[in-house]
Structure formats: C-alpha cells, structure tokens
Antibody, heavy 115, light 108 residues
Framework: QVQLQESGPRLLKPSETLSLTCSVS????????WSWIRRPPGEGLEFLGS???????YYTPSVKSRLTMSRDTSKNQFSLKLTSVTAADTAVYYC?????????WGQGILVTVSS | EIVLTQSPDTLSLSPGDRATLSCRAS???????LAWYQQRPGQAPRLLIY???SRSTGIPDRFSGSGSGTDFTLTISGLEPEDFAVYYC?????????FGHGTKVEIK
C-alpha cells in the first residue's frame, strides 16, 4: 500500500519561504511521478506542480516564479519550496502520486501565513 | 488555461437517490483526460474515476463516469451514507492541470 506523509512548518510570516517534504512508502519515487496540490480555506483544489520519474519538473504558471520541487531518492522523499509567501498561500497542502490523475494522497498539512 | 465549471454547487438528496454531477470544460482537451475525486470532511481527496469513465481500484460500481469533449458526468446510483461529500473534477489533458470548484452532495 502506497502511503504519503507531508511534513514541515505550519505557520509562516509573509515573505518567508515555505518548505514541505513528502515521505513516501510503498513505492519508489524514482519509479513514479509526484505532484503537489493545495486547497485554500473555503476554496477548491489547485494543482501546483509535478516532478516526473525522470526528475524533470513542471510548475503551474501562477506559481512558477516562486516554486521549486525536488526529490531525494536516498530518502524516498520529494519536496516543495515556495518563496515569498503571502496570506494567499494559506492552504492545506497535499502531496500526491501521479502527474495526471492522482491515485494516492497524503493527509494534507495546513500551512498558515500570518504576521 | 481550461476552466472547469461544476454544477450544481450543492445537491440535496436522500440515501438511495441517484446523484448526477456535471463538469463542463471551457474547451475540449485530449483523450478524455478527466478525473473525479471525492473528498469527505477532514480527509484527503480520493480518486474515483480517471480517463472519464474508468473506475479507480476499489471504487464501488455505483460510481460511474461518462462524457467526452467538453461535457462530463459523474453518476452515483443509489447514494450510501458515506457518499455525502464534495466531488471535484480535474482535467489533465492540457499542460496546465485544473480542477473544478466542487459539488457538495448533502443529505436532504
């Protein structure tokens, strides 16, 4: 059974950098592609970006200038870095497996940006 | 960017009823690359349907997907208590993946 778990700070100040890690078990991150999704309070889901099994990345244009995704194959983890956060980045962040349809999801981590 | 419009926003039904949820795209996209997800309160979304019509592993056959081009439908035939949740459609046929804003299926 594939399991994903997000970790990282839950409270940030505006202009700081959000760093999240997704720990994966039950699958090799080198064998599949992985994505980050977020859901702001009271809103719908937003696709942020993907890291493919090749290691190449894709970022949604709305966050492309601030987003970096990477992976650590030795730890079977992948990560997200979002710079210059604002209150608009407050959301539940999910890590998922896939780059099209997303078949496994972490439980999500609520990240709040507030001064 | 392809905009997905889901309707209705809320569907009030009773257990045992049939639910029909719509997802309309602002433009057509490749290969019926459309998925449906269910999200219960406090839980992560769960993949129900991919490729517009294929059920994901372990999904009961009361869930079915149909449609093509720009119009897609999720049907739940005979609502169970655990089916009252929010449902999202998502397209992955264009490079910019997008979700609809969701339809809430609530108990009448």
């Amino acid at each position: 059974q594939v399991q994903l778990q997000e970790s990282g700070p839950r409270l940030l100040k505006p202009s700081e950098t959000l760093s999240l890690t997704c720990s994966v078990s039950g699958d090799s991150i080198s064998a599949s592609s992985w994505s980050w999704i977020r859901r702001p309070p009271g809103e719908g889901l937003e696709f942020l970006g993907s890291i493919y099994n090749s290691g190449k990345t894709y970022y949604t244009p709305s966050v492309k200038s601030r987003l970096t995704m990477s992976r650590d194959t030795s730890k079977n983890q992948f990560s997200l870095k979002l710079t210059s956060v604002t209150a608009a980045d407050t959301a539940v962040y999910y890590c998922t497996r896939g780059w099209g349809s997303l078949d496994y999801w972490g439980q999500g981590i609520l990240v709040t940006v507030s001064s | 960017e392809i905009v997905l419009t889901q309707s209705p926003d809320t569907l009030s039904l009773s257990p045992g009823d049939r639910a029909t949820l719509s997802c309309r795209a602002s433009q057509s996209f490749s290969s019926n690359s459309l998925a449906w997800y269910q999200q219960r309160p406090g839980q992560a979304p769960r993949l129900l349907i991919y490729g517009a019509t294929s059920r994901s592993t372990g999904i009961p056959d009361r869930f079915s997907g149909s449609g093509s081009g720009t119009d897609f439908t999720l049907t739940i035939s005979g609502l169970e208590p655990e089916d009252f949740a929010v449902y999202y459609c998502q397209q992955y046929g264009s490079s910019v993946r997008t979700f609809g804003h969701g339809t809430k299926v609530e108990i009448k």
